[in-house]
T-cell receptor
Framework: ETGVTQTPRHLVMGMTNKKSLKCEQH?????MYWYKQSAKKPLELMFV???????ENNSVPSRFSPECPNSSHLFLHLHTLQPEDSALYLC???????????????FGPGTRLTVL | AQSVAQPEDQVNVAEGNPLTVKCTYS??????LFWYVQYPNRGLQFLLK??????LVKGSYGFEAEFNKSQTSFHLKKPSALVSDSALYFC????????????FGTGTRLLVSP
């Protein structure tokens, strides 16, 4: 898991707070992802960045705002969240070409978010 | 559209016995199949993948999976379970026409009793 790190590991925030989640990958990959993991539900892909360009936004509410300043760092900015946004947020990275690939995604340990 | 089914929420097995965690999939093109494991308060760890070639894929920690195209299955197996194998296991699939998008199953909890 040291290949992909996430901070903080735990976060408690109120609905009016603004916070950010950080992800850093040390694998030399060019694609990064945000997933949401809620109990009893499949992993939900939120955002994909490839070569720092956002290539997927899976109908995520605007209170979640991603930022990818370079291929090693990915942020998820949080603003006026709802209690149902409480979940484990996972970051992943992979090496991807422009097109099809057989890349494997490697995950960070996640940030456990609780919205009060 | 791609989909993955893990029909068992939980699998119980005694230590030393063989284990199987089931996965079936649906894709429009050729499948790329993955298994991940998640321990408590941890992220997902990659176990193994099938891209092409031999239908029996060997992965980390003694796990293997068998790709069966006619049954559209990719079951995870281990000949002899360990208590430390107890965790949440996820199957995932993407097709060879899509761009990176992995679709995950709902997960199967494996409990290995001493």
């Amino acid at each position: 898991e040291t290949g992909v790190t996430q901070t903080p590991r735990h976060l408690v925030m109120g609905m009016t707070n603004k916070k950010s989640l950080k992800c850093e990958q040390h694998l030399g990959h060019n694609a990064m992802y945000w997933y949401k993991q809620s109990a009893k539900k499949p992993l939900e892909l939120m955002f994909v960045y490839n070569f720092k360009e956002q290539t997927e936004n899976n109908s995520v509410p605007s209170r979640f705002s991603p930022e990818c300043p370079n291929s090693s760092h990915l942020f998820l900015h949080l603003h006026t969240l709802q209690p149902e946004d409480s979940a484990l947020y996972l970051c992943a990275s992979s090496q991807q070409g422009r097109g099809m690939g057989t890349d494997t995604q490697y995950f960070g340990p996640g940030t456990r978010l609780t919205v009060l | 559209a791609q989909s993955v089914a893990q029909p068992e929420d939980q699998v119980n097995v005694a230590e030393g016995n063989p284990l199987t965690v089931k996965c079936t999939y649906s894709v429009s093109g050729n499948p790329y199949l993955f298994w991940y494991v998640q321990y408590p308060n941890r992220g997902l760890q990659f176990l193994l993948k099938y891209i092409t070639g031999d239908n029996l894929v060997k992965g980390s920690y003694g796990f293997e999976a068998e790709f069966n195209k006619s049954q559209t299955s990719f079951h995870l197996k281990k000949p002899s379970a360990l208590v430390s194998d107890s965790a949440l296991y996820f199957c995932a699939v993407r097709d060879d026409t899509g761009f990176q998008k992995l679709v995950f199953g709902t997960g199967t909890r494996l409990l290995v009793s001493p």
